[in-house]
């Protein structure tokens, strides 16, 4: 059973980069035909997808948030990452990082983590 | 972007009781559709994928149905742990979009 668990600072501050990790375990990484993604929810709102990395190291990106999203993996170390730059206020929320094969729904997700963006 | 519309966006409802919330793409996804149940403070769970395959472990009453642009869930008698909230996503097409959500509460 894969597991994900995402890491990073709790505490950002405005215009600065937002950096998360989500380390893999139960399974590689790179050994299946995965998407790796990561998907938020501001306090009392609902999902957006941010972006995911497929197995093979290819990329798709919200739109909205392409400009300043980039989505990284290290196969040595089973984790994959997300780098958010040029924070606001707006960009608080609990960070998801989740897994789903192609032409299917994500079936596993991280537990979250609480980024607030605050001086 | 495919925009994913959900109603109602919130229900109130009693033990027992048949629920049906809908989901509407704003183009054709075929079968491209899951359903995710969200408790408080959890990770979303998917609970029907395929518009109408109920994930492996999801009890019967949970139902969803629907093609191209317009999908149901229903819950055929609601149980004390069915009560949160409920997402759509359309996976048809990058990038990944979500429904608002349809949060159940007690009446």
């Known amino acids: 059973q894969v597991q994900l668990r995402e890491s990073g600072p709790g505490l950002v501050k405005p215009s600065e980069t937002l950096s998360l990790t989500c380390t893999v375990s139960?399974?590689?990484?790179?050994?299946?035909?995965?998407?790796w993604s990561w998907i938020r929810q501001p306090p009392g709102k609902g999902l957006e997808w941010i972006g995911n990395i497929y197995y093979s190291g290819s990329t798709h990106y919200n739109p909205s948030l392409k400009s300043r999203v980039t989505i990284s993996v290290d196969t040595s170390r089973n984790q994959f990452s997300l780098k958010l730059s040029s924070v606001t206020a707006a960009d608080g929320a609990v960070y998801y990082c989740?897994?789903?094969?192609?032409?299917?729904?994500?079936?596993?997700w991280g537990q979250g983590t609480l980024v607030t963006v605050s001086s | 972007d495919i925009q994913m519309t959900q109603s109602p966006s919130s229900l109130s409802a009693s033990v027992g009781d048949r629920v049906t919330i809908t989901c509407r793409a704003s183009q054709g996804i075929s079968s491209w559709l899951g359903w995710y149940q969200q408790k408080p403070e959890k990770a979303p769970k998917c609970l029907i994928y395929g518009a109408s395959t109920l994930q492996s472990g999801v009890p019967s009453r949970f139902s969803g149905s629907g093609s191209g642009t317009d999908f149901t869930l229903t819950i055929s008698s609601l149980q004390p742990e069915d009560f949160a909230t409920y997402y759509c996503q359309q996976y048809s097409t990058f990038p990944l979009t979500f429904g608002g959500g349809t949060k159940v509460e007690i009446k």
């Open positions: 989740a897994r789903r094969r192609a032409n299917q729904p994500i079936d596993s």
């Open positions: 139960g399974g590689s990484i790179s050994g299946s035909s995965y998407y």
